[in-house]
């Protein structure tokens, strides 16, 4: 009797840890606990999707239908982006959200509402910094990075009165700050983008983070890493027993396929021609500059921008083939990573991916213990853009194949009621949160 009443015990224990573990890597979307189950928009037209007053409202319901009809549960979709439409610009100085960005915001989000899907809202993306966009853009955007009084303009004239306007909408899965700043920074920054040290990325990061929560205490906020080298204080290159003492270059780690996939990759990226050397040595040039590790851990955003609110509820972390299978999340369990929060996989290419069918990538991230699978992205699909040209349909399957398989994990019912539109900007923001005043 009592070794049944032992392995009854042991048999409870341990249904009760794996029902802990599973909470733990689950993001809760109004008051449910989910599997991110979804993909990227990213955008429609391109950091214009609000602030013209006539969004693609046609295009967003149709998608969000498509993606409710295979189960999915959430979409990720950049805002500002570049910040040359949004928000409202006095020379460097943010003036507020920008005429229509919270109305076509709002009506983005009651149709996603509608068809139980939430968003991820991505203010910023690294194209803010992009050289191309000419310098009136580049470099109020450089200000408003690097200058705190900037900083502190977009968050009590733009960024509060958005949260603020949309606070309690169900449909919010999470604000997110960035979408791969290091792109723009001094560490790991690609050659098209003007640079700022990690410092002012993680500052920023940090004081968005804090005014948001003040403002609504109760919404997710996370931010998009480019790769695990910036999100995990696991080296993927640290040596291997018996190798010879000195420095180890990235490339060192990947297979020959992996650096033909690289030189595809850079070459889509930087519009030449790469041989394999110049693939390895551009790669290794960047990805050696910057140490790796966690920059969004709380200690360290705390530390950056002063703002002890300033934290992140959740990670999101993108992956692609350039980083071969040293730092792929389908060839390591979440817990590899020694990670604090629940992450994320919010971008990568739903096509066989080294030795995993592209048809089994979301169902490999929810087995190693994932938040979600993001894959990347509607547009290139609605433009017919012939790079991936199966991709769309490829996360159709992988969201479908999640909610068949574990429907209990993503399946979302709004059970709050929709909001009515508060279109009204406040014109007085109190300036305490945005949090500037704690560290100067």
Same mark, same amino acid.
């Given at each position: 009797m009592k070794l049944v009443l032992t392995l009854i015990i042991t048999a409870l224990s341990g249904l009760i840890l794996c029902a802990g573990a599973q909470t733990m890597n689950r993001v809760e979307v109004d008051g449910q606990p989910l599997?991110?189950? !979804?993909?990227?928009?990213?955008?429609?037209?391109?950091a214009?999707?609000? !602030?013209?007053?006539? $969004?693609? /409202?046609?295009?967003?319901?149709? /998608?969000?239908k498509d993606v409710a009809a295979h189960g999915g549960n959430t979409m990720r979709m950049w805002l500002h982006t570049t910040g040359a439409l949004t928000p409202a610009w006095d020379g460097s100085t943010v003036t507020g959200p920008g005429e229509f960005a919270i109305e076509d915001l709002s009506a983005i989000l009651d149709l996603a509402y509608d068809h139980n899907v939430s968003l991820m809202l991505c203010l910023w993306s690294f194209d803010m910094l992009r050289i191309r966009n000419g310098p009136e853009v580049t470099e109020r955007a450089f200000s408003l990075l690097t200058v705190r009084d900037k900083t502190k303009s977009y968050i009590d004239n733009a960024?509060? $009165?958005?949260?603020?306007?949309l606070r309690g909408h169900p449909a919010i899965a999470a604000w997110e700050i960035f979408n791969e700043a290091e792109g723009m920074s001094v560490e790991f920054g690609w050659e098209f983008n003007k640079h700022v040290p990690m410092h002012y990325i993680q500052q920023f990061v940090n004081l968005s983070a804090g005014a948001i929560r003040r403002t609504d205490p109760d919404v997710k906020i996370t931010n998009g890493a480019w790769s695990f080298r910036v999100l995990s204080n696991k080296a993927p290159d640290q040596k291997a027993e018996g190798e010879p003492v000195g420095p180890r270059k990235s490339s060192d780690?990947?297979?020959?396929?992996?650096?033909?996939?690289l030189r595809r990759v850079m070459e889509h990226t930087y519009g030449t021609s790469f041989t394999l050397d110049e693939a390895k040595a551009r790669y290794d040039e960047t990805a050696n500059r910057g140490e790796h590790k966690n920059y969004y851990n709380d200690e360290a955003l705390i530390a950056a921008g002063g703002d002890p609110d300033g934290y992140l509820d959740f990670y999101t972390v993108h992956y692609y083939s350039w980083g071969g299978t040293a730092i792929s999340p389908f060839h390591h369990d979440f817990s590899y990573w020694e990670l604090d929060k629940p992450t994320v996989v919010a971008e990568f290419y739903v096509e066989h991916t080294f030795d995993i069918p592209g048809n089994d990538l979301y169902q490999v991230l929810y087995d190693r213990g994932y938040a979600g699978a993001l894959g990347w992205q509607w547009i290139d699909h609605y433009r017919k853009r012939l790079r991936h040209p199966h991709n769309w349909e490829n996360s159709l399957r992988g969201m479908r194949r999640i909610s068949e398989n574990h429907r209990e994990d993503v399946k979302l019912i709004f059970s709050s009621g929709k909001p009515e539109q508060?279109?009204?900007? $406040?014109?007085?923001? $109190?300036?305490?949160?945005?949090g500037m005043d704690r560290k100067q």
């Open positions: 599997f991110m189950n !979804g993909g990227n928009i990213a955008w429609i037209n391109f214009r999707d609000i !602030g013209t007053g006539e $969004p693609r /409202l046609d295009l967003f319901e149709a /998608l969000f960024l509060v $009165p958005m949260v603020e306007a780690w990947m297979t020959v396929a992996e650096i033909e996939a508060h279109i009204n900007t $406040p014109v007085n923001t $109190p300036a305490e949160r945005s």
